[in-house]
């Protein structure tokens, strides 16, 4: 039987265990659009939205071998999809009430000539992280932190995938991580927050 969209959940769930890509992609095929109008319900921003949903299917290639699923596959998506929406809000609302504590600290000039100092360091580190990183990972990267462009305007602009977007943008924040560890994180906020 090769119509994957005839199969079970469970059956596309074992063979997807098994690397079985089309099965992976009639599983995609078969929830992604309700995952996104649920996710959407949520969010502000239809990318945003969109963006969970992508990394929701990422992890569920990524972990397939290691995956367990106490519900029926359909609950297990949709809780995911809900907790992914979670985590992304309580990080904007931490992330808002950092950079207005952050902003207020500065404006009041309480910060000192090691916080000068610091902050220089972090602006080294991060320039010359930056142009380490391969010609298309560091375009990608500048687009979307550095010029704000949503990953669908980069995957228009630059003609190429949104997962192509995703996977660059992942792998240039994970080189970041490593370059700035041991910088402090208020520095760090500063410069990767809007």
């Known amino acids: 039987m ?19 890509q089309q099965a992976f992609r009639a599983l995609y095929d078969r929830y ?3 995952l996104w ?11 945003d939205a969109e963006d969970v949903v992508q990394e ?24 995911a999809t809900l907790n992914k929406v979670i985590d992304r809000i309580d990080r904007s609302k931490y992330r808002l009430s950092y950079l ?12 000192t000539t090691d916080g000068k100092l610091f902050e220089k360091e972090l602006e080294q580190r991060f320039e010359a992280c930056v142009d ?6 560091r375009t990608i990267f500048t687009l979307s932190r550095l ?22 943008i992942k792998n240039a924040l994970i080189l970041l991580k490593k370059s700035l560890l041991a910088v402090p994180l208020v520095l760090i906020l500063k410069y990767f927050l809007p």
């Open 32 to 34: 992604w659009t309700t």
């Open 56 to 79: 929701l299917f990422m992890t569920l290639w990524e972990k397939r071998d290691s995956l367990q699923i106490n519900s029926s596959l359909k609950a297990y998506l949709f809780r």
């Open 2 to 20: 090769n119509d994957f969209s005839k199969r079970t959940d469970d059956v596309l769930l074992a063979l997807i265990r098994d690397d079985d």
């Open 147 to 168: 010029q704000m462009m949503t990953h669908q305007q980069i995957s228009d602009s630059l003609k190429i995938s949104r997962d192509n977007v995703n996977r660059q």
């Open 132 to 137: 380490k990183m391969p010609p298309k990972m």
């Open 37 to 47: 109008s649920y996710a959407r319900n949520a969010m502000a921003d239809p990318d």
């Open 100 to 111: 207005q504590d952050l902003k207020q600290t500065y404006s009041e000039g309480n910060y």
